[in-house]
Structure formats: C-alpha cells, structure tokens
C-alpha cells in the first residue's frame, strides 16, 4: 500500500472533526446544564467551553433548544437500544435481570450529569420532545416488567412497573454521593441493592 493510500480522504478527516467538536459541544452541554440549569447557560456559553466561537456553534446546532433535545432524547434512545440488547442476548430471566441491572448501573456512574439534566430540565424541552423521550422511557420500563413477569408470571404488570421505577430510583441517585469509594465498588453495590428491591416478595 502506497503513502497516499493509508491516508485517509480529506472529507473522512472533515466529518470526524466535526463529530469529535459535536460530541464536546454535548458534553460541554451535560455538565453546564447540570451545574446551571438550562435556563442558566447560553449558546455562548457552550462555545467558549470547547472554544468554539458564537457563529461556528450554529454549524452543530440550531438553537440551545436543539442541544438539549439531542441529549435527552439521545439518551433515552440509547438507554432503550441496550436495554433491548441485553434481553436478547441473555440466556434467560434472571440473566435478562442482571444484564438489565448492570447496564442501567453504568450508565448511571458515567452519566451523572444527563441524570441530573433530566431531572430538572425535561420540562424544558419542547412538546413533542417530551412526548418522545415519555415514549422511549415508556418502552424501555416494559423491557424490565417483561423480564420481572418471565421471572414471575404471577406478579402484576403494575407492580413489576412499581419494582422497575423503584429500581432506576436507586441506582440513578446514589452515584452523586459516592465521592472517596472506587467505581467498581459502587456498580458492584448498586448491582447487588438493585437486584434485591427487585427480587422482593411482597405483591
């Protein structure tokens, strides 16, 4: 293979910047909005975090409204791919159940700031943004009543909905305080409290 050949085209260099500096403008987002609230950042604001200037950020995106679109509706797309992911290549159940457990773990300890955005800031979003991200929140909870219902067919879809929000309840507020204790320690913590509230007995 020649020089010229390994080098990559100049518009495949192009797109992967443009992805690299759009992924730091989301990131930047994430942890502005989540410290400040969405109200409280502006599209400036979001450029001068990754040096971006003023105009060059509307290249990415169109508005602030856009950005925050982007990582709601963004994450719970990517919540909902997994977690069909992991049902469908588990080897039954209670398989599902841990794999489920496990990935909602992680994405709770790497996307403390996305929780805290859509905590505070789903109302913010638009309409029919929030009617989208209500919708994928919706399909991903039924992943997790399916599998609790495999487990126990006579659990009521109802209280296999309570077990599953009680479960995304712990798991995505107890990182903001585990400051001092190592991360595999706290997925292994979360992992282990999780399955427990979910495996409980009372109907």
Partial sequence: MTEEERLPEPGTLRDQRKADRRKALLDAAARLFADRGYGGVSMRDLGAAVDVSG???????????????????????????????????????????????DAHVAFAVSDIDLIRVQDRDLASLNPD???????????????????????DPELPNSQARVRAHAAFGLINSTPHGFSGVAEPQVREILARMALQSLAGDSR
Avoid: C
């Fill in 55 to 101: 105009p060059a950020i509307y290249r990415h995106f169109a508005s602030k409204q856009d950005v925050l679109v982007e990582l709601l509706v963004g994450i719970s797309e990517r919540l909902l791919a997994n977690g069909q992911r992991q049902a469908e290549e588990s080897t039954g159940p209670a398989d599902a159940l841990r794999r489920l457990v």
């Fill in 129 to 151: 943004a929030q009617h989208q991200v209500r919708r994928l929140q919706r399909q991903y909870v039924e992943i997790w009543v399916a599998v609790l219902r495999q487990l």
